[in-house]
């Protein structure tokens, strides 16, 4: 089924009522009724706080909730000049749909900025919306991406390949490309919602790596800002992340076939500036079930071997057997390894022949490899070291290995 608009009748008519507005905060939902009236009530404290001349709304995006999410929302307690909007969205049920009607919010209300936060924050001030809103409103950026400082264990799917991959495709170093909560500017509103993806991964979990990735290649200026810790509600690798995972990385691959002009135009890496200063923090643990996801990923053979032995090259599938063959305190799943893997399965979703959906599928055990090694690899790790001599060392390698991949597209 088609839907010609996102946006509710009551959010609709608000809107009318409202008529504009300088900047938008969107907050996609479901069943947050816990943690989305403190995300509202911060939010409209640092609009007022450090946008009090300009105009704001919050908008409350919902999926449908069944635990009043929406009026706890309506009810958190806002500053007065801050409008808020809280109504359940139309089309497919995702996070992408959430967010196309904020974007046709901010459009219909002409906004200078728009804000995506979170609605499971704990960790939100309202210096937050100052970090974001600021590079937009004052003409410097188009598009803000954050910058947290996360346990070692949370955003692993982040971690193992969207930071890596975006990276070396598109040159722009955006340590968190999906990390939830972003601003940009009035014009890629227009570029969003002109492009036929709604029915599709991106109208679901894929919506944070089309937007960053969309912004990137159509030429964005784009900066990060530093948000500190991102306390939410984190989930173990191993119980939950096997369907985001999957929109995610299709997504990934899909924005290949679209800007394969944009990223084989691109040689090395620059940084995106930081907007804000780091600071010294210690992250919320997030805990992991290493044993689970070493299951995960054996038991991937039995069920997609065939597909691995189609998909992977002579290189890869010998690793595989050697990687399997590990045990105990002794398995490792490596970056080397792991890199030459994904540019396998990117070449693969590339060449077609397969199954797409089956093709991604058959990933997500290899992804729970990995993940265990990384454990495994960091357990005596603090996290400034483990970002240096895991994260950033791994995306090295994915940087080394484009001009094999290049060669192998185009072959």
């Not at 004052?138 to 949370?154: L, S």
Request: glycine fraction near 10%; charge should be negative.
């Amino acid at each position: 089924m088609q839907y010609e608009t996102a946006l509710g009748e009551h959010a609709s008519r608000r809107l009318d009522e409202i008529g504009h507005a300088d900047i938008l905060v969107g907050i996609p939902s479901y069943n947050n009724a816990r943690t989305i009236g403190f995300v509202v009530e911060t939010a409209a404290q640092g609009l007022v706080h450090f946008f009090r001349d300009l105009k704001s709304v919050i908008m409350n995006s919902d999926g449908g909730s069944s635990d009043a999410t929406c009026q706890a929302a309506l009810r958190a307690g806002v500053p007065a000049g801050v409008d808020v909007i809280a109504d359940r969205y139309r089309g497919p049920a995702g996070k992408g749909t959430a967010l196309r009607a904020v974007f046709e919010a901010g459009r219909r209300l002409g906004v200078q900025a728009c804000l995506v936060l979170d609605s499971d924050l704990r960790s939100i001030t309202p210096e937050w919306i100052e970090l974001l809103a600021r590079p937009v409103v004052q003409g410097e950026h188009d598009y803000v991406a954050p910058y947290y400082t996360r346990h070692k264990y949370d955003g692993t799917i982040t971690n193992t390949i969207v930071y890596p991959m975006t990276r070396m495709l598109y040159g722009a170093d955006v340590r968190q490309p999906i990390g939830g909560d972003f601003a940009f500017a009035e014009w890629l509103l227009a570029g969003y919602l002109g492009q036929a993806v709604w029915e599709s991964d991106v109208a679901r979990f894929g919506v944070d790596i089309w937007m960053t990735t969309t912004a990137i290649a159509h030429g964005a200026r784009v900066c990060q800002a530093y948000l500190g810790t991102k306390i939410h509600d984190a989930r173990d690798p191993a119980a939950s992340l096997g369907p985001m995972f999957r929109q995610v990385v299709g997504t990934l691959f899909g924005l290949m076939e679209q800007y394969e002009a944009e990223w084989q135009r691109v040689r090395g890496v620059q940084p995106a500036r930081l907007y804000g200063k780091p600071a010294a923090l210690e992250p919320e643990p997030v805990p992991v079930a290493l044993p689970a996801m070493i299951d995960k990923f054996r038991a991937g053979g039995d069920t997609w071997g065939k597909v691995w032995d189609a998909v992977l090259s002579p290189e890869s599938r010998r690793a595989l057997q050697r990687i399997t063959a590990l045990h105990g305190d002794s398995f490792r799943f490596g970056a080397e390894d792991w890199a030459a893997i994904v540019l396998d399965y990117a070449v693969a979703c590339h060449r077609g022949g397969l199954e797409r959906s089956q093709v991604i599928d058959s990933m997500v055990p290899l992804y729970y490899g990995r993940t265990a090694g990384l454990v495994v690899e960091s357990r005596a790790m603090d996290v400034p070291t483990f970002e240096r001599e895991v994260v950033q060392a791994q995306a090295g390698v994915f940087e080394r290995l484009k001009p094999e991949l290049m060669a192998r597209w185009g072959g």
